[in-house]
């Protein structure tokens, strides 16, 4: 059977700032999919990481399907109604148009599909991250893809060992998708030189070089590109298939043990490291640290199990203390340096009148 994966995520509101949606917003959501998606979508599950609600959904209507977007904006718009009545920090903030114009891409929410013929078992996960970018998702996915210091199965499954096909997007780039196509091994070096710049190029999607099919979509929406002004990170969410043909699930995820510094946290304008959470974790320490959570299903037939929490382990209560510690380190350095992103990530926020102001004040010394 021929199955779509939808998967489709938003900040509309939140309690205390930027912590956790309400429980009436998530059950709104909820309620909407599986009433406007009768007849449409097989099965649908609606969860949250940090502030973001996360709507997964199965169907076989390809990717961007038309009803199935609409009927996501639709969730996100009645939930942002009673986000408003609540009185929801951020009520909204992810929905950058108000009206739906036949695609969610471009408007606001994180977006990452795949269509795929099932197999006889089908296990995939379903990333979600908070207070960070789409490039959070370049070196684990680069491990875990493509080198077998993370991989073993790259060098002990056949089915593996032609490697992956990386699609990588120049995110920066906004009169359209700007794309390149590189295949790892061989261009191994090419994908490393593109992935290490995390705010520019990104992984939109992997492709197994031994059947073609697909093993990872990522959504690579960048907010400030639709605004033109800082209205909140990106939080990305990926899809991965995992098993057989592609990666078994414990490389997928032991890369993720490294929490790696990625851009974030507080006012999306620091470095911090990402911490693997639980499902439905709040953030908190300094509107962070920048988290991401792992659910792992099995579909037959387009229809879910219930999800299998990855992160809840007594393993990752380990690299959350080694996280924690690495958080607090760079956080003590304040706004100095590497703590604090660059000037160039920054001049959507209000720094650029700051900078204004204070370009003005400048003078030539005389004499010299």
């Known amino acids: ?86 009185g929801l920090y951020g009520a909204g903030q992810d929905l950058l148009k108000d009206s ?3 695609n969610v891409k471009g408007m606001g929410p994180a977006v ?13 996960l379903a990333f979600a991250a908070d207070k960070t970018d789409p490039g959070a998702y370049n070196l684990p996915f680069y491990l875990a893809f493509a080198d ?13 060992s032609k490697g992956f096909t990386f699609d990588i997007m120049d995110v920066e780039y906004t009169e359209g998708d700007r794309m390149i196509r590189l295949n790892a091994p061989e261009d191994l070096y090419d994908i490393a030189a593109l992935l290490r ?20 979509s990522i959504s690579t929406t960048r907010l400030r590109n639709i605004a033109g002004k800082y209205t909140g990170k990106d939080d990305p969410i990926a899809l991965v298939r995992v098993q057989g043909n592609f990666p078994a699930t414990g490389e997928v995820l032991a890369p993720f043990s490294i929490g790696h510094f ?44 219930e999800p299998a929490d990855v992160f809840d382990h007594p393993y990752w209560d380990y690299v959350r203390d080694r996280v924690s510690q ?27 009148e700051k900078m204004k102001k204070l370009d003005e004040k400048f003078f030539i010394r005389e004499g010299e």
Not at 330 to 350: D, T
């Open 1 to 86: 059977m021929k199955i779509t994966l939808s998967f489709i995520k938003a900040d509309i509101g939140s309690i205390g700032g930027h912590i956790q949606p309400s429980q009436a917003l998530l059950d709104t959501v909820r309620e909407v999919v599986e009433r406007e998606g009768k007849g449409l979508i097989i099965d649908s599950y609606v969860g949250h990481t940090g502030d973001d609600i996360a709507i997964l959904m199965t169907h076989t209507e390809g990717e961007n399907c038309e009803k199935v977007h609409k009927l996501a904006f639709d969730a996100f718009m009645e939930g942002t109604e009673v986000a408003k009545k609540q």
């Open 100 to 102: 739906f114009s036949g």
């Open 112 to 124: 990452a599909e795949m269509e795929f013929e099932e197999r006889p078992n089908e296990p995939f």
């Open 148 to 160: 077998p210091m993370y991989c073993s199965g790259l060098i002990l499954s056949p089915k593996m």
């Open 197 to 216: 710049d995390q705010e520019r190029f990104v992984i939109e999607k992997i492709y197994s070089r031994e059947t073609g099919d697909i093993a990872v």
């Open 262 to 305: 990625v851009a974030g946290f507080m006012r999306g304008s620091h470095n911090g490291p990402l911490m693997p959470v639980k499902k439905n974790s709040p953030t908190s320490y300094f509107d962070g640290p920048p988290i991401v959570s792992c659910l792992g299903f099995c579909v037959k037939d387009g229809k879910l199990t």
């Open 326 to 352: 690495k958080a607090e380190e760079i956080r003590r350095q304040g706004f100095f340096g590497p703590a604090m992103l660059p000037y160039s990530e920054l001049e959507y926020g209000g720094i650029v």
